[in-house]
Every structure is written in C-alpha cells, then in structure tokens.
Antibody, heavy 122, light 107 residues
Framework: EVQLVESGGGLVQPGGSLSLSCAASGFTFSSYWMSWVRQAPGKGLEWVANIKEDGGAKYYVDSVKGRFTISRDSAKKSLFLQMNSLRAEDTAVYYC???????????????WGRGTLVTVSS | DIQMTQSPSSLSAPVGDRVTIRCRASQTISSYLNWYQQKPGKAPKVLIYAVSSLQSGVPSRFSGSGSGTDFTLTISTLQPEDFATYYCQQSYSLPWTFGQGTKVEIQ
C-alpha cells in the first residue's frame, strides 16, 4: 500500500526539542522530493520545508529557519524533521507529503500522511 | 511572500447545486496553482493541479480554471461527500503558500 506514516509528536515545553519521523511505503521514496506541512489547531495549512530526492537541497519557511532541520534516509525510506527551540506558535499537526513535479515546472503535494500532533506548552 | 486569498470563507449550498470558490494571488503565479480538499480530522487531498488538471481518481464534477492571479474551483453538482474545506496553494515561488480555506457545508 502506498502510504506515509508520521510519528514522534507529543507535548514539549517552550524552548524544547522534538524529532518527527515519516515512514514511506509502496513507492520509490528515493525518487521524490518530500515536504513537511503543518496546520495549527482550527487553522489553515502552512508549508514548512522541502528536501530534494538526494537530500542535497533543503528549503524552509522563514519562521522555522535556524530552528528546524529536514533530513531523509533513503535506505530506511524515512523523512525526518528535527525541531529545536520550539515555541507555542509551532503547535500544530505536522504532515509529511511527497511532491510531484508537472511539466518540469510546477509542483503539488501528492501523497499525504495522517499527521502527528505537536503541542508546545508549559 | 505571495498571499493567497480565497472567497468566500464559507458557503452553504444544497445537494445538486453548482459551487464556485475563488482564489486570488497577490502577484502573478502563472499556472502554478493547486487545489486541495480536507475533511474534518483527515489529511488534505489534491483535487486539481496546475490550475485545471484533475488528479487521478477525483470525480469529474470538480474542475479548475484561471490564470495569472485569479483562479476558480467549481463543483458542478454538489454531493453530500463534498462537505469539506478547500484550499488553493501556489507553487510559483517559495515560500509556497495556501489560501485561508473555504468551508463548504451542505444545506
């Protein structure tokens, strides 16, 4: 079955750290750019980070630059998000998603996981 | 950053109605516009990519159009299972951004 399964969410104090994982199955993980997208409770969607197929390029939204690190392990078919210096405003469901490129130009989020909830609170 | 603005923020319509959701970008985004559907407690699902291309498995009652800065998602004949929130998203430039969402309720 083609799927993405996130794990690692939980309750963490402000200033703390948390590491999220996303396990891929049913498709050639090493051939896809991957992303993290988050959704604060009751709010809309926010793109967080992208990583190239080989991990050689990474991009972040400004609000997490210097605090979050996206990485991947193709042998383990896994995507990761290391989150440091967490703030209350990082509270959200974090989704991993695969990216598909169309026509060599445009991208869209193709396959999504079910998400994992991160709560930053004292 | 490119701001994406959807209208309306919510709507209520009877089954069988034609529904149109609009999305406006703060600057031109060519054809780099996607639409997602999200049902309560579930992950988003892509419906339309590159303005008007229907994702495999998505019913043909969904369609997209537009160019430049103004785009629309149309549901030709609203079905009970279409109760959801719909988001547009631009992939023209980083940071990729989403509209605030349009919640569709069935009357």
């Amino acid at each position: 079955e083609v799927q993405l399964v996130e794990s690692g969410g939980g309750l963490v104090q402000p200033g703390g750290s948390l590491s999220l994982s996303c396990a891929a199955s049913g498709f050639t993980f090493s051939s896809y750019w991957m992303s993290w997208v988050r959704q604060a409770p009751g709010k809309g969607l926010e793109w967080v980070a992208n990583i190239k197929e080989d991990g050689g390029a990474k991009y972040y939204v400004d609000s997490v630059k210097g605090r979050f690190t996206i990485s991947r392990d193709s042998a383990k078919k896994s995507l990761f998000l290391q989150m440091n210096s967490l703030r209350a405003e990082d509270t959200a469901v974090y989704y991993c998603a695969s990216l598909t490129m169309v026509g060599g130009l445009t991208w869209y989020f193709d396959l999504w996981g079910r998400g994992t909830l991160v709560t930053v609170s004292s | 950053d490119i701001q994406m603005t959807q209208s309306p923020s919510s709507l209520s319509a009877p089954v069988g109605d034609r529904v149109t959701i609009r999305c406006r970008a703060s600057q031109t985004i060519s054809s780099y516009l996607n639409w997602y559907q999200q049902k309560p407690g579930k992950a988003p699902k892509v419906l339309i990519y590159a303005v008007s291309s229907l994702q495999s498995g998505v019913p043909s009652r969904f369609s997209g159009s537009g160019s430049g800065t103004d785009f629309t998602l149309t549901i030709s004949t609203l079905q009970p299972e279409d109760f959801a929130t719909y988001y547009c998203q631009q992939s023209y430039s980083l940071p990729w951004t989403f509209g605030q969402g349009t919640k569709v309720e069935i009357q």
